[in-house]
């Protein structure tokens, strides 16, 4: 059963306009979640992260929103750019370990 | 570049020999994690260690599959008697182990077996 769960496989934007990624997860121990975005051929590169002390952590034109009592944390983009077009993961810890990632969200941002 | 190292970044088997996949972590991160990812699909975890511990092995499978984080040198993933199924892109990652810490990637190693 997946403990991190990312509903939508692919979402398409247009350049300009906010992008919004969702995802759920089901463990209520977790306390630190996090945004990865992926390029074809490279490693997941870090973005974005929120505490659970937390509902809302901004850097730039990227902001995570968390609502522990839904279990749903979303990162939104804006604005969008097409260099944003990538995979974006999900990730959740427990106490800074046991890392668990979504499958992730193929985001195209169209010109 | 202080950014965790993996090596090679293609590596090709034939069926039944042994692969070794190397990592080295970023600049004072002691907390290493391997994951897999396989065509179409999401980052699996694999493993979890520390210098010359394991803490979680629970995503590893039983058979074949060991993992190493010696006091001196890199990672190693060491799959033994490979087979078709093992092809797929496995990541390294390093963290610092704290709370709120988050994961800092390699580039991976795509294992093609043939």
């Known amino acids: 059963d997946q403990q991190v769960k990312q509903n939508s496989p692919s979402l398409s934007v247009q350049e300009g306009r906010i992008s919004i990624l969702n995802c759920d997860y089901t463990?209520?121990?977790?306390?630190?979640f996090l945004w990865y975005k992926k390029y074809p051929a490279e490693g997941p590169t870090f973005l974005i992260s929120?505490?659970?002390?937390?509902d809302k952590n901004e850097d730039g034109r990227f902001t995570v929103f968390l609502n522990k009592s839904a279990k749903h944390l979303s990162l939104h983009i804006v604005p969008s750019q097409p260099g944003d077009s990538a995979v974006y993961f999900c990730?959740?810890?427990?106490?800074?370990?046991?890392?668990?990632f979504g499958p992730g969200t193929r985001l195209s941002v169209l010109p | 570049n202080a950014g965790v190292m993996q090596n090679p970044r293609h590596l090709v088997r034939r069926r039944g020999q042994e692969a070794r996949l190397r990592c080295s972590p970023m600049?004072?991160?002691?907390?290493v994690y391997w994951y897999r990812q396989l065509p179409e699909e999401g980052l699996k975890f694999m493993v979890y260690?520390?210098?010359?511990?394991?803490?979680?092995e629970s995503g590893m499978p039983k058979e074949r599959f060991s993992a190493e984080f010696p006091k001196e040198g890199p990672s190693i993933l060491r799959i033994q008697q490979v087979v078709r199924g093992d092809s797929a892109a496995y990541f390294c990652?390093?963290?610092?182990?704290?709370?709120?810490?988050?994961?800092?990637f390699g580039n991976g190693t795509r294992l093609t077996v043939t």
């Open positions: 990652a390093s963290s610092l182990g704290q709370r709120n810490s988050p994961l800092h």
């Open positions: 463990n209520s121990m977790f306390d630190y």
């Open positions: 929120i505490s659970s002390i937390k």
């Open positions: 990730a959740a810890s427990e106490n800074g370990q046991n890392f668990v």
């Open positions: 600049k004072g991160h002691s907390h």
């Open positions: 260690l520390q210098k010359e511990n394991i803490i979680d």
